[in-house]
T-cell receptor, first 110, second 116 residues
Framework: SQQGEEDPQALSIQEGENATMNCSYKTSINNLQWYRQNSGRGLVHLILIRSNEREKHSGRLRVTLDTSKKSSSLLITASRAADTASYFCAIDTGGFKTIFGAGTRLFVKA | DAGVIQSPRHEVTEMGQEVTLRCKPISGHNSLFWYRQTMMRGLELLIY????????DSGMPEDRFSAKMPNASFSTLKIQPSEPRDSAVYFCASSLGLGPLTDTQYFGPGTRLTVL
């Protein structure tokens, strides 16, 4: 499968802790994106990292990309209850098609 | 901008009936995507269009599914006849369509389809 595979499938942490989610893929990519989905809603784009970038930050989010290992990680620092959602990585192998993984369900306990 | 608009938000129908889902992409976006999401199969790309032309429909599960994009501001996904296994949330998304280095997708709120 070309799609990204997130790990872990589910994660439960206390508010204030950091949350780390990983994504592995099997093919070469142009970019990798992370999305968030709140229950019952559509996906919302969080951050895009290009294949020639190694790290990117956006607020409390930090994304790393290791193309040699074909993996990416999403770190959410100082998590909040509002961060409770599913998080998806999506890989772009070319053209206009983005392939989504199965997602990590994050639950942040207040 | 209002974002991607989908209608209806909820649809309950009986097996064998025709179902039409509608999507209005963000103005100025050139690419449009239809996805299906279920607990068992996750998020599946069904078809995507660029400049109103279907580029890849390999994700369309069966001939019962068809999609059209008659103009830049409207697309439909039709299921005829519908079956209970088609029950899912169907998302429409759009993007600028400028290419893989810049594209992010903007998702609509989804249509929750239940086929009895």
């Amino acid at each position: 499968s070309q799609q990204g595979e997130e790990d872990p499938q589910a994660l439960s942490i206390q508010e204030g802790e950091n949350a780390t989610m990983n994504c592995s893929y099997k093919t070469s990519i142009n970019n990798l994106q992370w999305y968030r989905q709140n229950s019952g809603r559509g996906l919302v784009h969080l951050i895009l990292i290009r294949s020639n970038e190694r790290e990117k930050h956006s607020g409390r989010l930090r994304v790393t990309l290791d193309t040699s290992k074909k993996s990416s990680s999403l770190l959410i620092t100082a998590s909040r209850a509002a961060d409770t959602a599913s998080y998806f990585c999506a890989i772009d192998t070319g053209g206009f098609k983005t392939i989504f993984g199965a997602g990590t369900r994050l639950f942040v306990k207040a | 901008d209002a974002g991607v608009i989908q209608s209806p938000r909820h649809e309950v129908t009986e097996m064998g009936q025709e179902v039409t889902l509608r999507c209005k992409p963000i103005s100025g976006h050139n690419s449009l995507f239809w996805y299906r999401q279920t607990m068992m199969r996750g998020l599946e790309l069904l078809i995507y269009f660029n400049n109103n032309v279907p580029i890849d429909d390999s994700g369309m599960p069966e001939d019962r599914f068809s999609a059209k994009m008659p103009n830049a501001s409207f697309s439909t996904l039709k299921i005829q006849p519908s079956e209970p296994r088609d029950s899912a949330v169907y998302f429409c998304a759009s993007s600028l369509g400028l290419g893989p280095l810049t594209d992010t997708q903007y998702f609509g709120p989804g249509t929750r389809l239940t086929v009895l």
